[in-house]
């Protein structure tokens, strides 16, 4: 990806992908999806003027075609690449190809506390290599529009990251738009006005302006706090960030809340057939709605409201092979059923998951 | 997967319809108010939520079961889910799951000693859900006090097993 992103070329590349395809081996859009209005958010089904939307439409249809991308799968169990010395670099990885994982990221934090030795690099990508593990990214930190002082501290750390990432041969940083408070998981009243929305972008151009030159992709994560909570959100960032290294690091669980939270298929729809060319690499995670309150709890992979069927299916149609991180369980037993589950679903539907599970 | 489960399925209705299986069949009928205090917590729906989130199931209490059983079909009343009317000749029909977004199959058969139920479905009912298989087995104390349910359900990620009971009332 070369060349500086315009608004306008943006929306005649996505006028053309309307009308004739997406140009990609994803499929064209979803007219039925697709929202019709100058408002983000999925189409009205019926009774708009006076019911909130949502419920899914009557016999929806699903496209279920598998493409012709294999995913590989990462996940958060242990032992985990992190920044800790004197690791048997051999053993790990080849306990994560036992595991049925065949891709894993490391978390910034511990990543970067300390600089490794060019032997250490050379050892890392070689045992990966050896395991056939891809070592795709580093999952970042911090809040890069925290109150001041913090937020230039931790754009400086994503700058590190970058680098870092670019000199082990990484495709990614995942990151996010952060929060005004300090802490970027709280939820901000501000975090959706004017002032919050361009603290995240100049945040991101200055970024993209000290790594200048360096291909690694600046992924960023959609969360539901933040303002960047839906695929119309990180469609507008890109462009007005104005550089191709903007890309998505794909959660559509982050991107839930009650108006979507039955109608995950239309919403996966959507967000791929805005954001297929963008994505760099996919979160999987499941939610279930279970209280009076709208509070959406964490479960099992496959077994809640997300539509994994559809999901997978998308993902298998991006032009190129996606790693796919299976987070936010908490056992290594939860992470191997979670396994067992996208495997299964995608089996059924024909989707390639890169390697077997013992 | 689904070849899987509508193999036993198949497997599972062939032997509930052998003859004679069902001569002595025991009867359900009646109210029955579950003991909450022997029964296992079950959520309904049932969530697996994981990251240690409580599904709510202690919210169950000790509601009454009603149901009415004749020569063809059960008739269930349970508070928590809706009616369920089932035909005991052991073949599997379509129906839908209670989400009303899915379909699946469901088969109950009664035997010398208990009612079998199997559902082969989706996990939770909703679109994209990996594949799951229930039973359901049904039996009463021998005097026909005290009625149990126990519950399997498989998918491919894990074997849940849970336990409810109730008693006459």
Same mark, same amino acid.
């Given at each position: 990806?070369?060349?500086?992103?315009?608004?306008? =070329?943006?929306?005649?590349?996505?006028?053309?992908?309307?009308?004739?395809?997406?140009?990609?081996?994803?499929?064209?859009?979803?007219?039925?999806?697709?929202?019709?209005?100058?408002?983000?958010?999925?189409?009205?089904?019926?009774?708009?003027?006076?019911?909130?939307?949502?419920?899914?439409?009557?016999?929806?249809?699903?496209?279920?075609?598998?493409?012709?991308?294999?995913?590989?799968?990462?996940?958060?169990?242990?032992?985990?690449?992190?920044?800790?010395?004197?690791?048997?670099?051999?053993?790990?990885?080849?306990?994560?190809?036992?595991?049925?994982?065949?891709?894993?990221?490391?978390?910034?934090? &511990?990543?970067?506390?300390?600089?490794?030795?060019?032997?250490?690099?050379?050892?890392?990508?070689?045992?990966?290599?050896?395991?056939?593990?891809?070592?795709?990214?580093?999952?970042? =930190?911090?809040?890069?529009?925290?109150?001041?002082?913090?937020?230039?501290?931790?754009?400086?750390?994503?700058?590190?990251?970058?680098?870092?990432?670019?000199?082990?041969?990484?495709?990614?940083?995942?990151?996010?738009?952060?929060?005004?408070?300090?802490?970027?998981?709280?939820?901000?009243?501000?975090?959706?006005?004017?002032?919050?929305?361009?603290?995240?972008?100049?945040?991101?151009?200055?970024?993209?302006?000290?790594?200048?030159?360096?291909?690694?992709?600046?992924?960023?994560?959609?969360?539901?706090?933040?303002?960047?909570?839906?695929?119309?959100?990180?469609?507008?960032?890109?462009?007005?960030?104005?550089?191709?290294?903007?890309?998505?690091?794909?959660?559509?669980?982050?991107?839930?809340?009650?108006?979507?939270?039955?109608?995950?298929?239309?919403?996966?729809?959507?967000?791929?057939?805005?954001?297929?060319?963008?994505?760099?690499?996919?979160?999987?995670?499941?939610?279930?709605?279970?209280?009076?309150?709208? &509070?959406?709890?964490?479960?099992?992979?496959?077994?809640?409201?997300?539509?994994?069927?559809?999901?997978?299916?998308?993902?298998?149609?991006?032009?190129?092979?996606?790693?796919?991180?299976?987070?936010?369980?908490?056992?290594?037993?939860?992470?191997?059923?979670?396994?067992?589950?996208?495997?299964?679903?995608?089996?059924?539907?024909?989707?390639?998951?890169?390697?077997?599970?013992? | 997967?689904?070849?899987?489960?509508?193999?036993?399925?198949?497997?599972?209705?062939?032997?509930?319809?052998?003859?004679?299986?069902?001569?002595?069949?025991?009867?359900?009928?009646?109210?029955?108010?579950?003991?909450?205090?022997?029964?296992?917590?079950?959520?309904?729906?049932?969530?697996?939520?994981?990251?240690?989130?409580?599904?709510?199931?202690?919210?169950?209490?000790?509601?009454?079961?009603?149901?009415?059983?004749?020569?063809?079909?059960?008739?269930?009343?349970?508070?928590?889910?809706?009616?369920?009317?089932?035909?005991?000749?052991?073949?599997?029909?379509?129906?839908?799951?209670?989400?009303?977004?899915?379909?699946?199959?469901?088969?109950?058969?009664?035997?010398?000693?208990?009612?079998?139920?199997?559902?082969?479905?989706?996990?939770? &009912?909703?679109?994209?859900?990996?594949?799951?298989?229930?039973?359901?087995?049904?039996?009463?104390?021998?005097?026909?006090?005290?009625?149990?349910?126990?519950?399997?359900?498989?998918?491919?990620?894990?074997?849940?097993?849970?336990?409810?009971?109730?008693?006459?009332?």
């Amino acid at each position: 990806m070369t060349g500086k992103i315009t608004r306008r =070329a943006t929306m005649t590349a996505a006028l053309a992908a309307g009308l004739t395809g997406s140009g990609g081996a994803d499929s064209a859009p979803n007219k039925a999806t697709m929202k019709k209005s100058g408002i983000a958010g999925l189409s009205p089904v019926w009774g708009e003027d006076f019911l909130y939307q949502w419920s899914p439409p009557e016999a929806l249809k699903r496209d279920l075609t598998p493409g012709p991308s294999h995913i590989r799968l990462s996940s958060q169990s242990t032992p985990r690449l992190t920044g800790e010395e004197g690791v048997d670099y051999a053993k790990l990885f080849r306990s994560m190809r036992d595991g049925g994982w065949s891709a894993c990221e490391t978390a910034s934090a &511990g990543w970067l506390a300390r600089k490794r030795s060019e032997s250490e690099i050379r050892e890392i990508k070689t045992q990966a290599k050896a395991n056939d593990i891809v070592f795709y990214g580093i999952h970042c =930190a911090g809040n890069i529009i925290a109150p001041d002082p913090d937020a230039e501290r931790w754009q400086r750390h994503i700058i590190d990251a970058i680098h870092s990432a670019d000199e082990m041969g990484c495709q990614l940083v995942l990151t996010h738009v952060g929060s005004m408070y300090p802490n970027r998981n709280t939820p901000h009243p501000k975090n959706w006005s004017r002032e919050a929305w361009n603290r995240s972008v100049n945040a991101l151009k200055r970024i993209c302006r000290d790594t200048a030159g360096v291909k690694i992709d600046i992924a960023i994560e959609a969360v539901n706090s933040e303002s960047i909570n839906n695929p119309w959100a990180h469609k507008r960032l890109r462009e007005d960030v104005g550089d191709p290294r903007i890309t998505v690091g794909l959660d559509v669980t982050n991107m839930v809340f009650s108006n979507t939270a039955f109608r995950m298929t239309e919403l996966i729809d959507t967000t791929f057939d805005l954001l297929a060319d963008q994505i760099a690499y996919v979160h999987a995670k499941d939610f279930s709605w279970n209280s009076m309150m709208p &509070g959406l709890n964490w479960a099992m992979i496959g077994t809640g409201n997300m539509d994994y069927e559809t999901f997978l299916a998308r993902v298998s149609r991006l032009k190129r092979p996606t790693n796919m991180l299976v987070e936010f369980l908490t056992t290594n037993e939860e992470y191997q059923q979670a396994q067992r589950n996208i495997r299964s679903i995608a089996q059924n539907i024909g989707v390639k998951i890169y390697g077997t599970q013992p | 997967m689904k070849i899987a489960m509508k193999k036993s399925l198949l497997a599972f209705c062939a032997t509930l319809l052998l003859p004679g299986v069902a001569l002595a069949a025991p009867d359900f009928s009646g109210s029955w108010i579950r003991d909450n205090g022997k029964s296992e917590q079950v959520s309904y729906p049932l969530f697996w939520l994981t990251r240690g989130v409580d599904p709510g199931g202690r919210v169950n209490g000790d509601f009454i079961l009603d149901v009415q059983q004749d020569a063809r079909t059960i008739k269930i009343n349970d508070p928590q889910r809706p009616r369920r009317v089932l035909e005991l000749d052991g073949k599997a029909r379509t129906v839908p799951m209670d989400t009303g977004m899915q379909s699946a199959a469901v088969a109950a058969h009664l035997s010398a000693d208990t009612l079998t139920v199997v559902t082969i479905g989706s996990y939770g &009912g909703m679109p994209g859900n990996v594949g799951s298989k229930t039973q359901e087995i049904w039996s009463l104390s021998p005097d026909g006090k005290i009625l149990t349910i126990a519950t399997t359900r498989e998918s491919p990620a894990t074997k849940q097993d849970f336990k409810v009971i109730f008693n006459r009332k």
